[in-house]
Structure formats: C-alpha cells, structure tokens
C-alpha cells in the first residue's frame, strides 16, 4: 500500500509557472505507475499525465502536453509536475494518484487507480 501527499500548489498569473510535489511513503515506491489528475469546480475529475514505474515512459493530457512534465524521484519517493505557460482553464484541484502496485503502464482512466492523495488547488487568474 502507499499513500501520497501533494504540496506546491497556490495563486498564480495566466503565463506563470507552479512545481507540484508528491510525497509517497513506503518502500516499494518504484513498484507503481503514478499520474496527476485534477479536478475543476463542477467537472468530472481529468487525467493530467502518468509516468510508468521506471519514468522512461510518459503520457500527457492534449490540453498540457508541451506545458507540463511529469518526473519521478524513486530514491526520494517522490514524483513532480512542473507546470508551465498556466492558463485560467488550468484550474482546479491536482491530485498525485498511484496504479495497484506492479501495474503495467500509465492509463488515462481514473478507475485503473488505487490510491489518491487529498489534492492540491491550483489557481490561475488572467
């Protein structure tokens, strides 16, 4: 079992940068495939990106991809996503999300994860 703890969210201008950080305990970090999800007010919780158990393998949202990198620390226990170029739309509640543990591959279905963190906001004002 792991649990996550996200940080790094905040207020941010349209255009500006935001680095969110998950926390993962437990030993055997690197057994799991994690990803970002967030959640706007109203809206059905979105797949940001995913990141397979060794990071040699990454999957991007359209709406993010070449303005957000996912990236995994297994020695820290750790996994980012550095968010660049913010838009308004990009608001919502992040939340860090890991796959059962020895799960192949990153998946864009928020049903193929087992374990959330209690989310991060994320505001991005024009």
């Known amino acids: 079992q792991v649990q996550l703890v996200e940080s790094g969210g905040g207020s941010v201008q349209a255009g500006g940068s935001l680095r969110l950080s998950c926390a993962a305990s437990?030993?055997?970090?690197?057994?799991?495939?994690v990803g970002w999800f967030r959640q706007a007010l109203g809206n059905e919780r979105e797949f940001v990106a995913g990141?397979?158990?060794?990071?040699?393998?990454?999957d991007y949202a359209s709406s993010v991809k070449g303005r957000f990198t996912i990236s995994r620390d297994n020695g820290k226990n750790m996994v980012y996503l550095q968010m660049n170029s913010l838009k308004p739309e990009d608001t919502a509640v992040y939340y860090c999300?890991?796959?059962?543990?020895?799960?192949?591959?990153?998946?864009?279905?928020?049903?193929?994860?087992?374990?959330w963190g209690q989310g991060t906001q994320v505001t991005v004002s024009s």
């Open positions: 999300t890991a796959r059962r543990e020895y799960a192949s591959g990153t998946s864009r279905r928020k049903n193929d994860y087992d374990y």
């Open positions: 437990g030993r055997t970090f690197s057994s799991y495939v």
């Open positions: 990141i397979t158990r060794s990071g040699l393998s990454t």
